[in-house]
Antibody, heavy 123, light 108 residues
Framework: QVQLVESGGGVVQPGRSLRLSCAASGFTFSSYGMHWVRQAPGKGLEWVAVIWYDGSNKYYADSVKGRFTISRDNSKNTLYLQMNSLRAEDTAVYYC????????????????WGQGTLVTVSS | DIQMTQSPSSVSASVGDRVTITCRASQGISSWLAWYQQKPGKAPKLLIYAASSLQSGVPSRFSGSGSGTDFTLTISSLQPEDFATYYCQQANSFPPITFGGGTKVEIK
């Protein structure tokens, strides 16, 4: 079955960096677009970034553009989120999620989600 | 960016009740609307996509309707496992993908 397992979260000081990983299994990872979505404590969902199935296109929310980088290694079935210049407002649970579209541009519907990893930005 | 507004923000209902949640987009999004269910401490789950298409494995008591700017999620007969927070999400104008603020369905 489809599994997405995030890792790499933790407590980090403002201005520092962190890299999240999402290990995928149970499906052909290289055929699906992938997203990062975050949720601040007690708040709603905020989309962060998407990467095409082949890595050819990447898009970001304005709130993270220029600071975060989404990438993937299809040989390792792994999605990444490099987060630089972290701010207190980046504190959230970060979810990776699979796009419903298969070997196409993303459909932008997220059909499988990981359990999330908590990032806390605090001095 | 397209803003998604859900109403109500919370609703109290009993098992067996019919529950309706609405989502309004700040501009037309055709049928590019999805609904998700999230239980406390868990990841969201896709229920409906393309405004009215039921995701595989989702019970048929869930249904979606609407197009343009106004959309509805209906739970025809609320079950104990349906108490959760529901989010709408637009996929028409991208980037960014945007979510509604959520509707919490609570036990009456």
């Amino acid at each position: 079955q489809v599994q997405l397992v995030e890792s790499g979260g933790g407590v980090v000081q403002p201005g520092r960096s962190l890299r999240l990983s999402c290990a995928a299994s149970g499906f052909t990872f290289s055929s699906y677009g992938m997203h990062w979505v975050r949720q601040a404590p007690g708040k709603g969902l905020e989309w962060v970034a998407v990467i095409w199935y082949d890595g050819s296109n990447k898009y970001y929310a304005d709130s993270v553009k220029g600071r975060f980088t989404i990438s993937r290694d299809n040989s390792k079935n792994t999605l990444y989120l490099q987060m630089n210049s972290l701010r207190a407002e980046d504190t959230a649970v970060y979810y990776c999620a699979r796009d419903k579209g298969y070997s196409t541009a993303p459909h932008l519907n997220l059909d499988y989600w990981g359990q999330g990893t908590l990032v806390t930005v605090s001095s | 960016d397209i803003q998604m507004t859900q109403s109500p923000s919370s609703v109290s209902a009993s098992v067996g009740d019919r529950v309706t949640i609405t989502c309004r987009a700040s501009q037309g999004i055709s049928s590019w609307l999805a609904w998700y269910q999230q239980k406390p401490g868990k990841a969201p789950k896709l229920l409906i996509y393309a405004a009215s298409s039921l995701q595989s494995g989702v019970p048929s008591r869930f249904s979606g309707s609407g197009s343009g700017t106004d959309f509805t999620l209906t739970i025809s007969s609320l079950q104990p496992e349906d108490f959760a927070t529901y989010y709408c999400q637009q996929a028409n104008s991208f980037p960014p993908i945007t979510f509604g603020g959520g509707t919490k369905v609570e036990i009456k």
